[in-house]
Antibody
Framework: QVQLVQSGAEVKKPGASVKVSCKASGYTFTGFYIHWVRQAPGQGLEWMGRIYPNSGDTNYALRFQGRVTVTRDTSISTAYMELNRLTSDDTAVYYC???????WGQGTLVTVSS | DIQMTQSPSAMSASVGDRVTITCRASQGIGNYLAWFQQKPGKVPKRLIYPSSSLQSGVPSRFSGSGSGTEFTLTISSLQPEDFASYYCLQYNNYPQSFGQGTKVEIK
């Protein structure tokens, strides 16, 4: 079955960067987009960006452009989301999701605190 | 970017009630809309994709309708396990965008 397993919780200081991984299994990794969605505490879902693993093509939400980078390593079926210049507003659970968003990772809590 | 306006943002309802949630797009998106349910501390679950197609395993009391700019999610008879937050998502254009969410609470 399809599984997306994300890396563990992170605590970062303001100004730092974080890189979250999403390891896929149970399907052909290169055949489906991987999306990144975040959710701040008590808030709604926010789409951040996506990558097509076969080509490496990416799209990003305007508000994150210049600050987020989504990459992939097809040899290990893993996608990555790196967010730079963190502020307390970036404290959130970050999710990866496959293709048509039927399958999601378990989420990674990123806490930004001095 | 396409803005998705979801209403209401919260509502109280009783078991057995009919519940309707609306999502409006700032421009036409065809039927490229999905609905998700999220319970506290859990991963979002896709219910409907595209606008009126029920995901396999989702109870038939859930239904979706609409196209263009206006969409609805209807729960025909609210059950205790349906108390949750619901989100629409447009995927016609990139960047994709979610509605702000609707929290359905017990009256």
């Amino acid at each position: 079955q399809v599984q997306l397993v994300q890396s563990g919780a992170e605590v970062k200081k303001p100004g730092a960067s974080v890189k979250v991984s999403c390891k896929a299994s149970g399907y052909t990794f290169t055949g489906f987009y991987i999306h990144w969605v975040r959710q701040a505490p008590g808030q709604g879902l926010e789409w951040m960006g996506r990558i097509y693993p076969n080509s490496g093509d990416t799209n990003y939400a305007l508000r994150f452009q210049g600050r987020v980078t989504v990459t992939r390593d097809t040899s290990i079926s893993t996608a990555y989301m790196e967010l730079n210049r963190l502020t307390s507003d970036d404290t959130a659970v970050y999710y990866c999701a496959r293709g048509d968003l039927a399958d999601w990772g378990q989420g990674t809590l990123v806490t930004v605190s001095s | 970017d396409i803005q998705m306006t979801q209403s209401p943002s919260a509502m109280s309802a009783s078991v057995g009630d009919r519940v309707t949630i609306t999502c409006r797009a700032s421009q036409g998106i065809g039927n490229y809309l999905a609905w998700f349910q999220q319970k506290p501390g859990k991963v979002p679950k896709r219910l409907i994709y595209p606008s009126s197609s029920l995901q396999s395993g989702v109870p038939s009391r859930f239904s979706g309708s609409g196209s263009g700019t206006e969409f609805t999610l209807t729960i025909s008879s609210l059950q205790p396990e349906d108390f949750a937050s619901y989100y629409c998502l447009q995927y016609n254009n990139y960047p994709q965008s979610f509605g702000q969410g609707t929290k359905v609470e017990i009256k």
